[in-house]
């Protein structure tokens, strides 16, 4: 299956004590084009998810400025998030899609987590150190707190529920930790959910066309190394063109296909845009070179793209009409996060709270 599952395990276990409604928080930065591997990592996911669970996908612009950013980049790279997410099949009758700074309880939260989470738990996440490097005493603190504001992005709604790839599994457990011991602080065990991970299914983590042990990323330098959202039909034939592989041929098992990484990437890239197996597109191109395999891949990838593509420009042709969903869609975030902050500055000891 290529929807993302939830651990129902969890779900139902009776150390589970949170009796709210259970709730999918996302965030994605406005920090480049999305691409296929957000495309079948998350959005396509989505577009499923939103008939099974109630979801906010965000637009996470407060965690984009920990770094400096282009003001006019900034806004035109929200608008072109927010149209990927629409054109991919996301629909804003059904899900929540809104970008961060419009919802001042993501800010309000944070604050109010910066004093419960204890410094050394910040200080061990790795994530903050691969991106600071040796420069770490001239990065912003917004950049090293980020961690304490994306608990706050997931909590603000008592969301039970986040996609997750394996380098944000950490900064989800210190949610789990804020919320435990705020919890435990003021004497309120059910107060907040301890958020869990969703399983991911096929296409959870495509990786680089120009390096098989890299994730496909938009921050790669080499435009080469992805297919973006909007990449036209000529880009995409290019591109898998020139994408990495060996001297070898399609092998007919998925055994055969250990230790080839830029091989079993593309495999299942072709498997997870027909939402078939990896062993069915190896039974159709067992033993064929890649001379082959690389067209009809790019046929399928320019098939299920180009309309999302077209859809795209369309959208982004009308940037106020996109303001005008990503306002509509703060308000009912707003309508959610409110309650739930009224409670817990009550909960604080705040007077007139």
């Given at each position: 299956?290529?929807?993302?599952?939830?651990?129902?395990?969890?779900?139902?276990?009776?150390?589970?004590?949170?009796?709210?409604?259970?709730?999918?928080?996302?965030?994605?930065?406005?920090?480049?084009?999305?691409?296929?591997?957000?495309?079948?990592?998350?959005?396509?996911?989505?577009?499923?998810?939103?008939?099974?669970?109630?979801?906010?996908?965000?637009?996470?612009?407060?965690?984009?400025?920990?770094?400096?950013?282009?003001?006019?980049?900034?806004?035109?790279?929200?608008?072109?998030?927010?149209?990927?997410?629409l054109a991919s099949g996301v629909d804003p009758k059904k899900a929540i899609v809104y970008n961060q700074?419009?919802?001042?309880?993501?800010?309000?939260?944070?604050?109010?987590?910066?004093?419960?989470?204890?410094?050394?738990?910040?200080?061990?996440?790795?994530?903050?150190?691969d991106k600071a490097g040796k420069n770490s005493e001239r990065m912003s603190v917004g950049l090293y707190?980020?961690?304490?504001?994306?608990?706050?992005?997931?909590?603000?709604?008592?969301?039970?529920?986040?996609?997750?790839?394996?380098?944000?599994?950490?900064?989800?457990?210190?949610?789990?930790d804020i919320a435990a011991k705020f919890n435990h602080d003021f004497d309120a065990p059910d107060f907040?959910?301890?958020?869990?991970?969703?399983?991911?299914?096929?296409?959870?983590?495509?990786?680089?066309?120009?390096?098989?042990?890299?994730?496909?990323?938009?921050?790669?330098?080499?435009?080469?190394?992805?297919?973006?959202?909007?990449?036209?039909?000529?880009?995409?034939?290019?591109?898998?063109?020139?994408?990495?592989?060996?001297?070898?041929?399609?092998?007919?098992?998925?055994?055969?296909?250990?230790?080839?990484?830029?091989?079993?990437?593309?495999?299942?890239?072709?498997?997870?845009?027909?939402?078939?197996?990896?062993?069915?597109?190896?039974?159709?191109?067992?033993?064929?070179?890649?001379?082959?395999?690389?067209?009809?891949?790019?046929?399928?990838?320019?098939?299920?793209?180009?309309?999302?593509?077209?859809?795209?420009?369309?959208?982004?042709?009308?940037?106020?009409?996109?303001?005008?969903?990503?306002?509509?869609?703060?308000?009912?975030?707003?309508?959610?996060?409110?309650?739930?902050?009224?409670?817990?500055?009550?909960?604080?000891?705040?007077?007139?709270?």
């Amino acid at each position: 299956m290529n929807d993302i599952k939830t651990d129902t395990s969890v779900l139902n276990t009776p150390e589970r004590s949170y009796k709210g409604q259970d709730r999918v928080f996302s965030g994605v930065q406005p920090s480049g084009t999305l691409h296929l591997g957000n495309y079948l990592g998350a959005l396509k996911k989505f577009v499923k998810m939103q008939d099974q669970m109630e979801c906010l996908f965000c637009i996470v612009d407060l965690h984009a400025i920990t770094v400096w950013q282009d003001p006019k980049l900034l806004r035109q790279q929200t608008h072109e998030i927010t149209a990927a997410y629409l054109a991919s099949g996301v629909d804003p009758k059904k899900a929540i899609v809104y970008n961060q700074s419009r919802v001042r309880a993501h800010t309000e939260l944070a604050w109010y987590f910066n004093c419960v989470a204890r410094l050394g738990w910040l200080n061990r996440m790795t994530q903050f150190k691969d991106k600071a490097g040796k420069n770490s005493e001239r990065m912003s603190v917004g950049l090293y707190d980020y961690p304490v504001l994306q608990a706050a992005d997931i909590l603000a709604f008592k969301a039970t529920h986040v996609p997750v790839g394996e380098d944000q599994r950490q900064h989800l457990e210190l949610s789990r930790d804020i919320a435990a011991k705020f919890n435990h602080d003021f004497d309120a065990p059910d107060f907040f959910p301890l958020p869990e991970a969703l399983v991911q299914g096929p296409g959870a983590k495509i990786l680089s066309l120009r390096d098989g042990s890299k994730k496909m990323s938009k921050s790669d330098p080499s435009d080469n190394s992805r297919i973006n959202l909007t990449d036209s039909a000529d880009d995409i034939a290019k591109k898998f063109k020139k994408a990495k592989t060996d001297a070898g041929v399609i092998p007919e098992t998925v055994k055969e296909m250990e230790g080839r990484l830029e091989v079993k990437n593309l495999v299942g890239i072709f498997a997870a845009l027909t939402e078939r197996t990896d062993q069915d597109i190896l039974t159709e191109y067992a033993g064929q070179g890649f001379g082959v395999f690389k067209p009809a891949l790019a046929d399928v990838a320019v098939e299920k793209l180009e309309p999302i593509t077209n859809l795209m420009r369309r959208y982004l042709a009308d940037p106020d009409e996109l303001d005008r969903i990503l306002a509509a869609a703060a308000d009912r975030a707003t309508e959610i996060a409110e309650p739930i902050l009224a409670d817990v500055r009550k909960t604080i000891g705040f007077s007139g709270a």
